[in-house]
């Protein structure tokens, strides 16, 4: 089965909507590929979108192949951005503002609703879920200045379409975007990462130490450096104990994280981890048997994971997340989104 990471999905009402990660990437998505789950919740807004006798086809073969509606392609894609985006400086790919994201966001899912009544049921965020987020804290009246004419023309779609489904409050909100940003002065606003220390060399009393890349199915989506190798750890002897000690390098945001540590595959030790300067750090004492696990094992057969450790998710390899990340970085810039134009903007006024 495909890694989600490689399979951007529009969740509809009874079905999956799927489509191509390189094709969304490049923009050039010219196909969709419509599963159903629930033929009675999906015939409604499948006939709406394909047709009758391309709807009948697919309910009657549980599938279809059909072509790729921009509206649908632009939300498979902000949606998966928002999961997936693997930001790092080193690999030259920018963080993205989450507030830009949701404004984005808010605006394609209204988009597949006006596109299709019904499809989006039961959705994962409404457009007015979406713009509440975006607005929250003044969050996207502080990420608007390298893009604040597009943001402004966003703000005034929503306003209509709110106004549309008769929300009134949401409408007034959208509107009063407008006006302010109308009112705002040119602003930059500057996107840093802390630079990373190196990590501590093994030496005396270090009983066991290592690197480890993190799995992106592990983490939520814009805390971490998507980049490999930017977790190191290490078991010292702390008088009569030893204390686990983790660094993550390359933090954007502040999350609940924790690092597990495996022997195996077997997990004996986890570190509650709190967000630094740019990067995240903890230590925990171990037990007396996860002390002399560690003084007898070699460190090639001690694992650590940051996240979740859990069997349940399905996690990503470092092959997956290169072929992700060569797709990135070959994205076209006629193409980029809000949010990656309001990064690049950024980037080139601080130099």
């Known amino acids: 089965m495909t890694h989600p990471v490689h399979t951007p999905v529009v969740a509809a009402d009874g079905a999956l909507i799927r489509f191509a990660l390189a094709d969304l990437l490049s923009g050039r998505a010219s196909s969709m590929r419509i599963e159903l789950s629930d033929a009675g919740a999906a015939e409604p807004w499948l006939t709406r979108l394909v047709g009758t006798e391309a709807g009948l086809d697919a309910l009657g073969k549980g599938h279809a192949e059909v072509p790729a509606r921009p509206e649908l392609a632009r939300l498979a894609l902000l949606l998966w951005i928002r999961r997936w985006w693997p930001a790092g400086p080193s690999l030259g790919v920018p963080s993205l503002d989450p507030a ?42 502080a990420a608007a200045p390298p893009v604040a004419d597009e943001v402004r023309g966003l703000c005034g779609r929503l306003a209509s379409w709110f106004d549309d489904q008769d929300d009134v409050v949401r409408a007034e909100a959208a509107a009063e975007m407008v006006a302010r940003l109308d009112a705002a002065a040119p602003g930059q606003r500057a996107y840093a990462l802390a630079a990373g220390t190196d990590p501590v060399a093994s030496g005396e009393g270090v009983l066991a130490s290592g690197r480890a890349s993190v799995d992106w199915a592990r983490v939520p989506p814009g805390i971490l450096d998507a980049a490999e190798d930017t977790v190191t750890w290490r078991i010292v002897m702390a008088a009569a104990t030893a204390r686990l000690e983790v660094d993550v390098a390359g933090a954007f945001a502040d999350a609940a994280l924790t690092a597990t540590a495996l022997h195996d595959g077997e997990p004996f030790a986890e570190v509650p981890l709190s967000l630094g300067a740019g990067r995240f750090t903890g230590a925990a004492d171990l037990d007396e048997a996860s002390t002399q696990l560690a003084a007898s094992v070699q460190s090639g057969r001690i694992t650590l994971v940051v996240g979740v450790a859990g069997e349940g998710v399905t996690g990503t390899t470092a092959e997956d997340r290169a072929e992700v990340v060569a797709l990135v970085r070959a994205r076209p810039p006629e193409d980029r ?15």
């Open 100 to 141: 830009l994201l949701d404004l984005e966001t808010a605006v394609a899912t209204a988009a597949v609703e006006d596109l299709a009544e019904g499809l989006l049921d039961g959705f994962e965020a409404s457009p007015a879920e979406l713009f509440d987020t975006a607005i929250a804290d003044d969050a996207l009246m």
């Open 337 to 351: 989104t809000l949010a990656e134009r309001a990064a690049a903007a950024s980037t080139e006024e601080e130099f």
